[in-house]
Nanobody
Framework: QVQLVESGGGLVQPGGSLRLSCASS????????MGWYRQAPGNQRDLVATTIRSGRINYADSVKGRFTISRDIAKNTVYLQMNSLKPEDTAVYYC?????????WGQGTQVTVSS
């Protein structure tokens, strides 16, 4: 069983920054896709950013230019750098690792953007 452990969430003022980390118990190069999703209260879980094994990256329109997904293969960790945060970015952020036959989620980390 793969473990994905997120960290880095917290309370930040509008315009501030946070960096989320997702540490995998398995070599992240074994996954076809790794990414970040978020879920606000009463909403569905939405894609934020994904990175494919080849390195291609995809962002939700709402975070383009503000968020950056990256990976450190040696540390089996994926990051989400979040800049220029807005109150509407408030949500629980989940790490995901996917292959055609596997789908894993982390426990989630709360991000709250408020003054």
């Amino acid at each position: 069983q793969v473990q994905l452990v997120e960290s880095g969430g917290g309370l930040v003022q509008p315009g501030g920054s946070l960096r989320l980390s997702c540490a995998s118990s398995r070599n992240i190069f074994t996954f076809d896709t790794m990414g970040w999703y978020r879920q606000a209260p009463g909403n569905q879980r939405d894609l934020v950013a994904t990175t494919i094994r080849s390195g291609r990256i995809n962002y939700a329109d709402s975070v383009k230019g503000r968020f950056t997904i990256s990976r450190d293969i040696a540390k089996n960790t994926v990051y989400l750098q979040m800049n220029s945060l807005k109150p509407e970015d408030t949500a629980v952020y989940y790490c995901n690792a996917w292959t055609i036959s596997e789908n894993y989620w982390g426990q989630g980390t709360q991000v709250t953007v408020s003054s």
